[in-house]
């Protein structure tokens, strides 16, 4: 009986209460998963999809890179060619320079992308198009109630001025249109000559959204001098 | 003698299988209550959204994106701050996330929007005492069309018309499914508790069912948490990131809870099999 007594006490087995669940918890989860998996596995990679690396940044703060080179210093003007691996290229959302029509009373933040943060602080290029001394198109958009309001005063001849931390850029207007919206033809974006294009709402301080969109155009006065292939 | 003995293991893998579909069982009616108390529930849906101010958040996007529009017609910034401000952004959303509860697959009403922007328009005319022959009807109703589109991708919510749809035709079969597994859970319960003569016994099968059931709830949320999936969603707005996130920690709250109460159950019942083993045992001993 002692004996008896023995066994059964020692057939309190507390493993037991740990082992038995953990097993249960695995065969239920790999059942699923073999279960699951062959139909699922597509809605998991698709749902993979909508998750990024990180978490996103909403903040309505933008970050600024630009910092202004002396209009004095042998970099601000220099026709000598920067590599551009000593460029720090310009992240979406990011303010990279400044754009001035001194004769349009036009001083507004340059931003590289045209999102709503860029053009209710500056102006923004469209990040489709290239930044300047590359050699490409830079299409520079801005509200005509704002920052290119002063696009209304503007003239063949004058002179636009672009600061970034890599150097200054002069440009001089060359035509100013008025075009639609979507109107393809009014800049080409592939052009290998590099060009700037400003545009913004037209006609000007009407009230009410417009279809019509006014370019002004620029040809640069320097050469592109940044180098791609160092 | 090996007789008894194969009979006493019999018995055993027999109850042991019994605790792993009643653990199953459990573990699937959890995920159902879960689901039903979180995603089937529109005042869960409410409810994340007044947590993480997602009313204040919609409301701030539609005037930061309606000034934007503004200052590309002419229009003072004041315009929208005050237009938003008198409308009621809250009562849009809730309309719109009401009708998909009901079945109504509904897109957005812009209709009282639209009126109210025409009329806060002419109000802002009339104050700025601008000559109506120089208003463009056509520029207007552009801006107008403009802002009915920026308002219908504020109020809305990606796929929600999708995945509504879903919830509507599946509610039933849900709460059929949950009366099921919990029938079926009873049925198992009731099972080991009745066919087994020992009471310690039938307090130790069931504790191995409410333990498993305990982890195999928790192990969700902790994958989810250790992921940090939740936090790295891609979705375009401040406002639906916001509440994606509120949403989705308050449902995998509910498996916490669930899998505390699974908790509590297998401690209580392991103290019903200490003492009722102490019982058995010490009155085989006398």
């Known amino acids: 009986m002692q004996q008896h007594n023995k066994n059964r006490r020692h057939s309190f087995n507390g493993k037991n209460f740990v082992i038995l669940p953990i097993v249960f918890c695995a065969v239920i989860y790999l059942t699923l998963f073999f279960v699951i998996s062959p139909s699922a596995s597509s809605f998991i990679s698709m749902g993979s999809l909508f998750f990024s690396d990180g978490a996103k940044d909403f903040s309505e703060e933008y970050n600024n890179i630009f910092v202004p080179i002396d209009e004095n210093s042998s970099q601000a003007e220099s026709s000598d060619s920067i590599p551009v691996s000593e460029i720090t290229f310009p992240k979406y959302g990011e303010q990279f320079g400044e754009l001035i029509i001194e004769d349009c009373q036009i001083n507004a933040r340059l931003f590289f992308g045209d999102d709503n943060v860029a053009l209710n602080n500056g102006v923004g290029i469209y990040n489709g198009s290239s930044i300047p001394g590359y050699g490409k198109t830079i299409l520079v958009a801005g509200h005509n109630n704002t920052y290119f309001n002063g696009l209304k005063y503007a003239q063949v001849g004058q002179r636009v001025k672009i600061r970034t931390s890599y150097g200054n850029y002069y440009y001089e207007i060359t035509d100013i249109q008025i075009k639609q919206y979507d109107d393809s033809s009014a800049y080409d974006l592939s052009a290998d000559s590099e060009n700037l294009i400003m545009y913004t709402c037209y006609p000007f301080d009407e009230l009410g959204l417009t279809p019509q969109r006014c370019f002004v155009y620029a040809k640069p006065l320097q050469d592109s001098n940044i180098d791609k292939n160092k | ?286």
């Open chain 2, 1 to 286: 003698m090996n007789g008894h003995k194969h009979h006493t293991k019999a018995k055993s893998l027999l109850y042991g299988l019994l605790s792993f579909f009643l653990t199953l069982t459990l573990f699937l009616l959890s995920i159902c209550l879960v689901m039903q108390t979180t995603i089937f529930s529109k005042s869960f849906m409410t409810s994340a959204m007044g947590s993480c101010g997602y009313y204040t958040m919609v409301a701030d996007e539609l005037k930061s994106q309606l000034k934007s529009l503004g200052d590309a017609s002419g229009l003072d910034q004041e315009f929208a701050q005050d237009f938003v401000e008198g409308y009621d952004v809250q009562s849009a959303v809730d309309e719109y996330i009401s009708a998909f509860y009901v079945g109504d697959t509904t897109l957005v009403d812009t209709e009282e929007f639209e009126q109210e922007l025409y009329a806060a328009l002419d109000d802002y005319i009339d104050e700025k005492g601008i000559d109506r022959e120089t208003v463009s009807d056509e520029n207007l109703s552009y801006f107008v069309s403009q802002a009915c589109d920026i308002y219908v991708n504020e109020i809305s919510i990606p796929f929600f018309s999708y995945v509504a749809n879903y919830i509507y035709n599946y509610s039933t079969p849900l709460l059929i499914i949950t009366i099921v597994l919990a029938v079926i859970a009873l049925a198992i319960a009731a099972v080991i508790i009745f066919t087994n003569k020992f009471t310690h016994r039938r307090y130790r099968y069931l504790c191995y069912s409410t333990i498993g059931t305990a982890l195999a709830t928790a192990i969700i949320p902790i994958t989810v948490q250790l992921s940090g999936m939740i936090s790295k969603i891609n979705l375009e707005t401040r406002s639906l990131y916001n509440l994606f996130v509120s949403y989705a920690n308050a449902l995998f709250s509910y498996f916490w809870i669930y899998c505390g109460i699974f908790f509590v159950v297998s401690v209580i019942l392991f103290l019903l099999y200490a003492k009722a083993y102490k019982r058995a045992t010490t009155h085989h001993g006398h």
